[in-house]
T-cell receptor, first 114, second 112 residues
Framework: EAQVTQNPRYLITVTGKKLTVTCSQNMNHEYMSWYRQDPGLGLRQIYYSMNVEVTDKGDVPEGYKVSRKEKRNFPLILESPSPNQTSLYFC?????????????FGPGTRLTVL | AQSVAQPEDQVNVAEGNPLTVKCTYSVSGNPYLFWYVQYPNRGLQFLLKYITGDNLVKGSYGFEAEFNKSQTSFHLKKPSALVSDSALYFCAVKDYGQNFVFGPGTRLSVLP
């Protein structure tokens, strides 16, 4: 089954404790992206990657890092989480072959930073 | 810069009635427009997209959307709403690049 998976689905942590949210897709997509969803703000892009070892900042990159060492994986790293990073996070991927292809989304990770 | 507006936070409609969820956009060049739906505790699911051609686009679950270039709008419609259509709906725009920009979302409630 074609899918985007994220782990963990739920995470409660404390300020300053480094964490990683994993994202993996099995569709051989070149393009992957991370979003955060906050009430009234919709989805805002954090980082995106057009291919292995190619990443770039989205609209709200502060406090986040990413890496793309393999085509299927795109982990999101919070080196020192803060309460304002409490949010719902989504990973997405799409095939860059056609530039108008829709994105496929993971199920989301709900993060709470105390 | 691209932007998307969804002027209604909430849309209420009775089951069986037609529904419309509004979206307007701003983008340089030709737009690629998308609608996604989010059910509780789920990720976003693709509904439909406009690339080029016919201004009326048909998608999943009986939804359709009308592209209006002069009004820069891409409203989502369904002739007869179901209670199961109740969800959060997002409009998104993309230009020739790879970045999607999403609207703030509209919560649709279909009342039995």
């Amino acid at each position: 089954e074609a899918q985007v998976t994220q782990n963990p689905r739920y995470l409660i942590t404390v300020t300053g404790k480094k964490l990683t949210v994993t994202c993996s897709q099995n569709m051989n997509h070149e393009y992957m992206s991370w979003y955060r969803q906050d009430p009234g703000l919709g989805l805002r892009q954090i980082y995106y990657s057009m291919n292995v070892e190619v990443t770039d900042k989205g609209d709200v990159p502060e406090g986040y890092k990413v890496s793309r060492k393999e085509k299927r994986n795109f982990p999101l790293i919070l080196e020192s989480p803060s309460p304002n990073q409490t949010s719902l996070y989504f990973c997405a991927s799409n095939d860059r072959q056609e530039h108008y292809n829709e994105q496929f989304f993971g199920p989301g990770t709900r993060l709470t930073v105390l | 810069a691209q932007s998307v507006a969804q002027p209604e936070d909430q849309v209420n409609v009775a089951e069986g009635n037609p529904l419309t969820v509004k979206c307007t956009y701003s983008v340089s060049g030709n737009p690629y427009l998308f609608w996604y739906v989010q059910y509780p505790n789920r990720g976003l699911q693709f509904l439909l997209k406009y690339i080029t051609g016919d201004n009326l686009v048909k998608g999943s679950y009986g939804f359709e959307a009308e592209f209006n270039k002069s009004q820069t709008s891409f409203h989502l419609k369904k002739p007869s709403a179901l209670v199961s259509d109740s969800a959060l709906y997002f409009c998104a725009v993309k230009d020739y690049g790879q970045n999607f920009v999403f609207g703030p979302g509209t919560r649709l409630s279909v009342l039995p």
